[in-house]
């Protein structure tokens, strides 16, 4: 039917994106609004029901797909999530995948290559050509995510207390920090233990430092420039070990707001010794292609160009975090 429309849920550590399309790939729709982890979020559910609310009534949404954090990682989560998705969509074709999966699926539109996504946590995923996905890292802040944005923020904090303490050198990260959140720098462990404690999003908070490590970086700062160096070496280690799943000379691209440092990605580019492709859709472009795809719909390249154009669009600023207001909108 030409009146369908498909619904494609696109969440993350840091945000998640609503978008409804129609038979043409058009974006029509769409909502934005904080993570919906479980792992980390306790009010994942209720922000993802009012980021779901305005779509719940449309009577010609035939599909939805539902790409979310830790789904296929952690049984007792993904219940919880399968159960939230079948009780809002109880007479819709749905489908619920893990948001690197989708992401995945946008970027190669199905075919086989290797992403690489750093957002708030950090995971490879890896299709070939017989189609077989495999995956490497996304194991949480807690045990993993290196090279993530949380990973670089965290790191930057330490490295800012060191220098505070004299044990490393001084290092510019630290008045751009007290600049940029607008504290006393005269009482810093006091004035940062403060900003710590009162984050209502622990993760996003301190992932959208990796912004300011970038910014020190660019200026110079030996301090930050290691770091995005690090962060680039754990990044190329997740690529090394999921590339015996594809072919020799498989493709790779990214997705994730750390992203957005250009240092960060050609230190990456040179590791790997190639070039990333383009990505033929963002994330949620991937959600929306997997709903369409239970449709049986055919996307053409007009599709293709309609799902990007318009999503670029709605997602102007989806890839941006702000450190003041704690909105962290990156993927993952």
């Given at each position: 039917?030409?009146d369908?429309?498909?619904?494609g849920?696109?969440?993350?550590?840091?945000?998640?994106?609503?978008?409804?399309?129609?038979?043409s790939?058009?974006?029509v729709?769409?909502?934005?609004g904080?993570?919906?982890?479980?792992?980390?979020?306790?009010?994942?559910?209720?922000?993802?029901?009012?980021?779901?609310?305005?779509?719940?009534?449309?009577?010609?949404?035939?599909?939805?797909a539902?790409?979310?954090?830790?789904?296929?990682?952690?049984?007792?989560?993904?219940?919880?999530?399968?159960?939230?998705?079948?009780?809002?969509?109880?007479?819709?074709?749905?489908?619920?995948?893990?948001?690197?999966?989708?992401?995945?699926l946008?970027?190669?539109?199905?075919?086989?290559?290797?992403?690489?996504?750093?957002?708030?946590?950090?995971?490879?995923?890896?299709?070939?050509?017989?189609?077989?996905?495999?995956?490497?890292?996304?194991?949480?802040?807690?045990?993993?995510?290196?090279?993530?944005?949380y990973?670089?923020?965290?790191?930057?904090?330490?490295v800012?207390?060191?220098?505070?303490?004299?044990?490393?050198?001084?290092?510019?990260?630290?008045?751009i920090?007290?600049?940029?959140?607008?504290?006393?720098?005269?009482?810093?462990?006091n004035?940062?233990?403060?900003?710590?404690?009162?984050?209502p999003?622990?993760?996003?908070?301190?992932?959208?430092?990796?912004?300011?490590?970038?910014?020190?970086a660019?200026?110079?700062?030996?301090?930050?420039?290691?770091?995005?160096?690090?962060?680039?070496?754990e990044?190329?280690?997740?690529?090394?070990?999921?590339?015996?799943?594809?072919?020799?000379?498989?493709?790779?691209?990214?997705?994730?707001?750390?992203?957005?440092?250009?240092?960060?990605?050609?230190?990456?580019?040179?590791?790997?010794?190639?070039?990333?492709?383009?990505?033929?859709l963002?994330?949620?472009?991937?959600?929306?292609?997997a709903?369409?795809?239970?449709?049986?719909?055919?996307?053409?390249?007009?599709?293709?160009?309609?799902?990007?154009?318009?999503?670029?669009?709605?997602?102007?600023?989806?890839?941006?975090?702000?450190?003041?207001?704690?909105?962290?909108?990156?993927?993952a």
């Amino acid at each position: 039917m030409s009146d369908e429309f498909v619904l494609g849920i696109d969440g993350g550590g840091s945000k998640v994106l609503v978008a409804l399309a129609d038979r043409s790939g058009r974006i029509v729709q769409s909502s934005r609004g904080r993570g919906v982890n479980p792992m980390d979020n306790p009010n994942w559910l209720r922000e993802l029901e009012e980021q779901l609310g305005p779509f719940l009534n449309h009577q010609n949404v035939a599909a939805v797909a539902a790409a979310l954090p830790a789904f296929g990682e952690v049984a007792r989560l993904s219940e919880l999530q399968q159960q939230a998705i079948d009780r809002l969509f109880p007479n819709t074709r749905r489908h619920i995948l893990n948001d690197v999966d989708a992401a995945h699926l946008g970027a190669f539109a199905g075919r086989p290559g290797i992403l690489i996504l750093s957002g708030t946590g950090s995971m490879a995923w890896a299709r070939n050509a017989s189609g077989q996905s495999a995956r490497i890292g996304g194991w949480g802040d807690q045990i993993g995510d290196e090279g993530s944005s949380y990973w670089i923020g965290r790191s930057a904090l330490s490295v800012i207390s060191k220098s505070l303490d004299g044990r490393a050198p001084p290092t510019a990260l630290s008045k751009i920090l007290f600049d940029e959140l607008q504290i006393e720098a005269d009482d810093p462990m006091n004035a940062l233990g403060d900003w710590v404690t009162l984050l209502p999003n622990r993760r996003a908070g301190i992932a959208a430092i990796s912004t300011l490590v970038d910014r020190a970086a660019r200026c110079g700062d030996e301090a930050a420039i290691g770091l995005i160096e690090q962060a680039a070496d754990e990044l190329a280690r997740h690529h090394s070990a999921i590339s015996g799943h594809c072919d020799n000379d498989a493709s790779w691209t990214y997705a994730g707001g750390i992203f957005n440092s250009a240092l960060l990605l050609g230190s990456l580019a040179r590791r790997i010794g190639k070039s990333p492709v383009p990505s033929k859709l963002p994330p949620i472009g991937g959600a929306l292609l997997a709903a369409a795809q239970l449709l049986d719909w055919f996307p053409d390249e007009s599709w293709f160009g309609q799902v990007a154009a318009t999503a670029d669009s709605v997602g102007t600023s989806a890839n941006k975090l702000s450190i003041k207001n704690n909105e962290g909108w990156e993927h993952a």
